[in-house]
């Protein structure tokens, strides 16, 4: 029996630089947890699942992420070519997903999605 390992690594990229600068701005605690997370889908894809991705339909997918300082959301969507696009962060300050991030994330997609980033 011969075993063949296949490994897949997937560019992360950012839709903008204000996106990075937000991120960096959270707590250290969620940081840390985004990078270990986007470090995860580099290696394995983007989709890790509950609790670490959840699909928001469309092709618009959020990275989960918790730590002792608070809650904070990533939305990305995954392109051909084994491309992660983070599209938009927050820290999150109520149960839901307030609306307004979400058409920020949508937005902002369907730019990636017909014009490129």
Not at 6 to 13: D, F, G, K, L, W
Not at 16 to 24: D, G, K, P, T
Not at 36 to 46: E, Q
Request: charged content about 25%; aromatic content about 8%.
């Amino acid at each position: 029996m011969s075993v063949i390992f296949i490994t897949v690594s997937h560019a992360i990229e950012y839709f903008n630089s204000s996106v990075q600068v937000e991120i960096e701005a959270w707590p250290e605690g969620l940081k840390a947890r985004y990078r270990a997370l986007t470090i995860r889908m580099a290696d394995h894809g983007p989709n890790l699942g509950m609790p670490h991705t959840r699909a928001m339909g469309r092709g618009l997918f959020e990275i989960r992420v918790k730590s002792a300082e608070g809650i904070g959301r990533a939305f990305y969507c995954a392109l051909v070519g084994q491309r992660i696009v983070i599209l938009h962060g927050y820290v999150k300050k109520t149960e839901k997903t307030p609306p307004k991030e979400l058409r920020v994330a949508r937005k902002r997609m369907t730019e990636v999605l017909h014009h490129g980033t």
